[in-house]
C-alpha cells in the first residue's frame, strides 16, 4: 500500500511563456493546479471567459460537423470499438494538426451550411408535398380556385365533411332558399370523407347562397391553387424536383468531405484543450510581466518537471512537502493491487494521514469474488476475456483498463477456487461424459471430482470455512487501524480500540468453538481448556472496552456509559461474521444454476437434435449465469470491503489528486519526454 508524497509546486515565468507552460503542464498531466489568491495590487487575475466561450463554440461547431459527416459517411465501429481508447498523438503529429486547423475548421463550417441547405431544402419539400395533398382532389377542377365567377355568375369552390351527390346539395339548398333557382351544382370529387364541389349562381343571389351553403356545412379548402389544379401539380412536382437535385448535390458535398472525419475529431479536442486551457487561467496571478502558477504535483514527477521548466521557459520553481488536509492523495500500488483503486475510489479515497489499504484489500478482493463465482469454467471464461482485450487494446482508457485488470484477476481466482471446489461449467463434464459417450466420467481433479471439497454436497463445510475467512477479514481492518495507531504514536489505543477487540471476538470464538454443539456445525471441538482461555480473553477484551471505549469523557459515569455502549458493539461484530454467508449462498447459486441448465440441456438425448439443443442451452443458460451471478459476485464482494472492512478502521474523506491535464474524446497527446 503506498500514498505519494505531494509537494506544493509554485512556478514563477514571463508572462509571454505562460500558454507554453500550461500546454506543458496539460499534456504531462503531472500538476493539480489551485487557485493563487495573491492580495498585492501589482498581481491581478485575467478574464478569459469570452476566449473559454470562443473555443467552445468552436469545438461545438466541430462536434456538429462531425456528426453530420457521420451520418453521410458511417465510421466503420467494430463490436469492441468502446475499448479502443483515445488515439495517442505524437508531439510532431500534433503540431501538423495543428497547423491544418484553421483549414479544418471552415471544413466544419462548410459541413453545417450544407447541412442546413438541405435541412431548408426538405423544409420546403414537406410544404410542397402538402399542398400536392391538398389538391389531388380538385384536379378535374379546370378553373384556378380562387375563381369567383364572372361578370353575372358567382361561383364558390369549397367542400363538405361527407359523401354527398349534386341531387342531395341542390334538395338541401332548394329547402333553404326555395325562391332561387338555376344553383348549379359539379361533383370536382367525392369519397367518405369529403365532398368537393364547384357551385354556380347569379351574381344577385350570391349572398343568399353563400349563407345556405354556409348553413349545410361548406367550407372553404385550406389550399387555394392560384393556377388550375393540374397546372399546379405540374408546377409542384417540378419544386420537389428542383429541391431534390438540391438536397443531393448538398449531400454529395458533404459525402466529399468523408476524408476529413479524424480532422474534425482532433478539431474538436483542440478547442477543447484550449478551453480549458484558457479556464485554468482563473487560478493563476499574473501582471503585466509575469505570472505565479501554484498547485500540487506527486513528488516522483517535480523534479523532472521543475528541470524541464527552468530550461525550456527559464523559469523559476519552487517545491515544497505537504502533508496538509488539503493536500490531494495520489496512490501507487503494484500491478497486483493496482486495479481495485477504482473501488476504493468509488467508496472514498484515504486520509492523508491513514495507511492506503488498497494492497490488503486487494487480496480479500479477488478471494471473495472468486468464492461466489467458484467455478473454473466461467473464471476462465473471464480472465481469457479481459486478458485479450487488454492484449489487442493498447491505447484503452485508463478507468476500463484498471477495471479490465482487476476483472482479470477475479477470473483467475474464480478459476481457482472453481477447480477447489470441482466445477466447470457446473457438472458439464459428467453430464456430457453420461449423455453422450454412455460411460462413466473421467476421475479429472478439479474437473469432475473436487480437489478440496463440494460445496453443494458439504454447505456447513463451506459455510464454517466462510466465517472464518470472515474473521480474518475483519482482524486485518483491526490489524490496520492498529498500524495507523503505531504510525501516529498512540500506543495506548492499540490496547484499548484493536487488542480488546482481539481478546473479546477471538475468545468468544475459541469458547463457542470448544462447545459440543458446535460439533456437528463445525466438524471438530477444541479441547475444553479452550473454553476456560477463551472466556478470560474475552473477560479482559471485555472490561478493556467498558472503561476505555469512551475515555475521551472526563466524566467517570458518561465514560462507563459510552463504554457500555462500545461493548454492545459485540452485537455488531456477529452481524458482520453472519454476513460473510454470502459467500456460500452466491457460491451455491452459481454452481446449482449451472448443473441446473446442464440438466436441462441434457433432456433431449443423445441424437443430432439432442446435441443441437444441448449446445443451444449450454451457450445461452451458462451466458446468463456468466452474466447474472459476476454481478452479483462484485456487488456483495464490494460490499464486505466497504461495510464489514472499511467499518473497522478506515476514515477516508481524502481529496482526490485531479491534475491539469488533457480531457479529450479522441486524441490524447503524449508529452515526449
Not at 460537423?65 to 467494430?78: C, D, M, N, T
Not at 493563476?284 to 506527486?298: D, H, P, Q, V
Not at 476500463?400 to 477470473?411: H, N, Q, V, Y
Amino acid at each position: 500500500m503506498a500514498m505519494l508524497k505531494m509537494q506544493r509546486i509554485h512556478i514563477y515565468a514571463l508572462i509571454k511563456y505562460c500558454k507554453d507552460i500550461l500546454e506543458t503542464l496539460q499534456r504531462r498531466g503531472v500538476v493539480q493546479i489551485e487557485n493563487v489568491d495573491l492580495e498585492d495590487s501589482v498581481f491581478f487575475k485575467e478574464d478569459t471567459s469570452p476566449l473559454q466561450a470562443q473555443y467552445n463554440r468552436s469545438a461545438a461547431t466541430a462536434a456538429d460537423a462531425r456528426e453530420i459527416l457521420a451520418r453521410y459517411v458511417p465510421q466503420k465501429k467494430g463490436l469492441l470499438s468502446s475499448f479502443k481508447g483515445r488515439e495517442p498523438l505524437s508531439a510532431d503529429a500534433y503540431n501538423k494538426m495543428v497547423d491544418d486547423t484553421q483549414d479544418t475548421l471552415r471544413i466544419a463550417y462548410d459541413i453545417i451550411s450544407y447541412q442546413k441547405n438541405i435541412d431548408m431544402n426538405e423544409a420546403e419539400k414537406i410544404k410542397y408535398q402538402a399542398q400536392l395533398e391538398s389538391i389531388k382532389p380538385w384536379l378535374s377542377l379546370d378553373v384556378p380556385m380562387t375563381f369567383t365567377g364572372t361578370a353575372t355568375t358567382a361561383a364558390f369552390i369549397g367542400k363538405f365533411a361527407s359523401k354527398k351527390n349534386s341531387t342531395d346539395i341542390t334538395t338541401e339548398l332548394a329547402e333553404l332558399i326555395p325562391e332561387i333557382e338555376g344553383v348549379d351544382v359539379e361533383i370536382i370529387s367525392s369519397d367518405e370523407n369529403q365532398t368537393c364541389v364547384f357551385i354556380l349562381c347569379l351574381k344577385q343571389d350570391a349572398e343568399a347562397v353563400s349563407d345556405a351553403l354556409r348553413r349545410i356545412g361548406f367550407e372553404y379548402p385550406s389550399y387555394v391553387s392560384p393556377v388550375a389544379p393540374q397546372t399546379r401539380e405540374k408546377q409542384i412536382n417540378k419544386h420537389l424536383s428542383n429541391r431534390d437535385g438540391r438536397i443531393l448535390e448538398a449531400e454529395n458535398n458533404i459525402k466529399a468531405y468523408g476524408k476529413y472525419y479524424p480532422q474534425l475529431e482532433f478539431l474538436e479536442d483542440y478547442f477543447v484543450m484550449k478551453s480549458e486551457r484558457y479556464k485554468a487561467f482563473d487560478d493563476i496571478a499574473t501582471s503585466n510581466n509575469t505570472f505565479i502558477l501554484s498547485g500540487y504535483i506527486a513528488e516522483e514527477d517535480a523534479a523532472d518537471l521543475k528541470q524541464y521548466l527552468e530550461t525550456h521557459y527559464d523559469a523559476e520553481v519552487e517545491l515544497e512537502y505537504s502533508d496538509t488536509a488539503e493536500t490531494p492523495v495520489k496512490l501507487k500500488n503494484n500491478k497486483f493491487a493496482e486495479p481495485t483503486e477504482s473501488v476504493l475510489a468509488s467508496y472514498s479515497y484515504p486520509d492523508r494521514h491513514e495507511a492506503d489499504p488498497t494492497s490488503i484489500m486487494a487480496i480479500f478482493y479477488y478471494i471473495f469474488f472468486g468464492m461466489m463465482f467458484s467455478d473454473a469454467g466461467y473464471g476462465i471464461v473471464m480472465a481469457l476475456a479481459c486478458g485479450i482485450l487488454l492484449k489487442k487494446f493498447k491505447n484503452m482508457e485508463p478507468g476500463l483498463r484498471r477495471s479490465m485488470k482487476m476483472f482479470f484477476w477475479c477470473g483467475v481466482s474464480t478459476t481457482f477456487w472453481g477447480l477447489l471446489f470441482g466445477s466447470f461449467f457446473g457438472d458439464a463434464v459428467a453430464v456430457i461424459s453420461n449423455t453422450f459417450f454412455h460411460t462413466a466420467p473421467p476421475n479429472i481433479p478439479g474437473l469432475v471430482t473436487p480437489i478440496w471439497f463440494n460445496p453443494v454436497t458439504n454447505p456447513m463445510q463451506m459455510l464454517m470455512f466462510s466465517f472464518l475467512l470472515g474473521i480474518i477479514h475483519l482482524f486485518a481492518g483491526l490489524a490496520i487501524m492498529a498500524y495507523n495507531d503505531i504510525k501516529h504514536k498512540q500506543y495506548l489505543a492499540v490496547l484499548y480500540d484493536v487488542v480488546s477487540w482481539y481478546l473479546l471476538v477471538g475468545g468468544a470464538i475459541l469458547a463457542l468453538l470448544s462447545m459440543d454443539m458446535m460439533g456437528n456445525i463445525a466438524g471438530f471441538v477444541l479441547p475444553p481448556i479452550f473454553m476456560t482461555i477463551g472466556g478470560y480473553m474475552a473477560l479482559v477484551g471485555a472490561v478493556l472496552i467498558l472503561f476505555f471505549a469512551g475515555r475521551e469523557s472526563k466524566n467517570p459515569v458518561k465514560r462507563l456509559l459510552k463504554g457500555a455502549y462500545g461493548l454492545y458493539g459485540a452485537t455488531g461484530y456477529l452481524s458482520d461474521i453472519l454476513s460473510y454467508s454470502r459467500l456460500l449462498a452466491l457460491g451455491l447459486a452459481t454452481g446449482v444454476i449451472a448443473q441446473v441448465f446442464n440438466q436441462i440441456g441434457s433432456m433431449m438425448g443423445d441424437g443430432v437434435i439432442g446435441v443441437i439443443m444441448f449446445t443451444l442451452i449450454f451457450i445461452i443458460g451458462h451466458g446468463l449465469n456468466i452474466g447474472i451471478n459476476a454481478l452479483g459476485a462484485y456487488v456483495h464482494t464490494n460490499r464486505l470491503q466497504f461495510v464489514e472492512f472499511f467499518g473497522k478502521f478506515y476514515t477516508g474523506g481524502g481529496r482526490e489528486f485531479k491534475p491539469f491535464k488533457i480531457n479529450t474524446k479522441h486524441y490524447t497527446v503524449k508529452e515526449e519526454i
